[in-house]
Structures are given as structure tokens and as C-alpha cells.
């Protein structure tokens, strides 16, 4: 991350160290690296634990979730576009008995092989969809697979996204 901000920074320093504002810079500045170290732990504290008797999840900034296997009703797993690109990805939706999305795995942050061992270690039915969707057929078709914010028109630009 210093190496994103240094440049940036650099000449704000330069424009406002004649001016004796450079303290307000560099409040900025150790806001914005306090900010990028916290999304940086949130990124490495997420994962996510399976076994026969049901899942844990530890969300971004260490939210946690489990969930017994009596409550897992079924696993979807479908490819989507991903944002302005002609290559897809995978995700996969672990839903409640009742159709809830309890867990999502984006390709964007898993691999596929992560994707089949939480299938191969949890034992409840597998929807494979054949084909490829872009978020706006996820969203018309599938909305309540998507989180609350994905399920507005205007949060992805085009048809693509993921």
C-alpha cells in the first residue's frame, strides 16, 4: 500500500510544507495506511472450516457463523462472467432449508478445487447449472442468492460482474 499512496502523498507533502498544512497530510496519510492495514487483516483473518457436521465460517473483519448440516439444504454451483472479461468463474451457494444463502464462495477470492472439497466433504444434495450468467441474469433469475446490495440494477456497470 506505500507504494499506491507514496507517489500521491509525496506531492501533497511537497504542495504544503511551504505552506505549514503538512501536518493535515500527514493525519490523511496515517488515516489512510490505519485503513489499508485494517482491510488487509480483514482479508487475512477470513476462511472457512468444513467437516461432516457442518460448516464455520470467519467472515471479512472476523465475523463468525456456523452452521449445523441439519441446516445446509443444498449447494449450487454455477459460473458467472466476470467483470470485463470473456473468461467466467465459478461460484458456489450453500443454502439453508428454507433457500436462504447461508455461505457464498466467489471465485474471485476461492479456488474451484476449495469449491469441490467443501462439496466432497459435506453430504447434501449438488446443483451443477449448466452455462454461464452474467449478474443481471443471476439477479432477475436467482436474486435471493445475491447479497442485499448486488440485487440493484445500478451496482454493476454493463452486464457483467461477478
Given at each position: 500500500m506505500i507504494a499506491l499512496t507514496a507517489p500521491v502523498f509525496a506531492v501533497l507533502y511537497w504542495l504544503t510544507i511551504p505552506h505549514r498544512l503538512w501536518l493535515f497530510v500527514l493525519a490523511a496519510h496515517l488515516l489512510v495506511m490505519a485503513l489499508s492495514a485494517l482491510i488487509g487483516w480483514g482479508y487475512a483473518v477470513a476462511s472457512i472450516r468444513v467437516s461432516p457436521e457442518g460448516l464455520y465460517e470467519r467472515g471479512f473483519f472476523g465475523h463468525k457463523r456456523y452452521?449445523?448440516?441439519?441446516?445446509?439444504?443444498?449447494?449450487?454451483?454455477?459460473?458467472?462472467?466476470?467483470?470485463?472479461?470473456?473468461?467466467?468463474?465459478?461460484?458456489?451457494?450453500?443454502?439453508?432449508?428454507?433457500?436462504?444463502?447461508?455461505?457464498?464462495?466467489?471465485?474471485?477470492?476461492?479456488?474451484?478445487?476449495?469449491?469441490d472439497l467443501l462439496i466432497g466433504i459435506l453430504d447434501v444434495p449438488v446443483h451443477v447449472v449448466d452455462?454461464?450468467?452474467?449478474?443481471?441474469?443471476?439477479?432477475?433469475?436467482?436474486?435471493?442468492?445475491?447479497?442485499?446490495?448486488?440485487?440493484?440494477p445500478w451496482t454493476h456497470t454493463g452486464s457483467a460482474g461477478a
Open positions: 452452521y449445523p448440516v441439519n441446516e445446509i439444504g443444498s449447494i449450487l454451483l454455477l459460473e458467472t462472467y466476470r467483470d470485463s472479461a470473456l473468461d467466467s468463474q465459478p461460484q458456489l451457494f450453500v443454502c439453508g432449508n428454507d433457500g436462504r444463502t447461508l455461505l457464498r464462495m466467489r471465485g474471485a477470492f476461492w479456488q474451484r478445487t476449495d469449491m452455462g454461464t450468467f452474467t449478474m443481471s441474469e443471476l439477479r432477475r433469475t436467482r436474486p435471493e442468492l445475491l447479497y442485499w446490495f448486488e440485487r440493484f
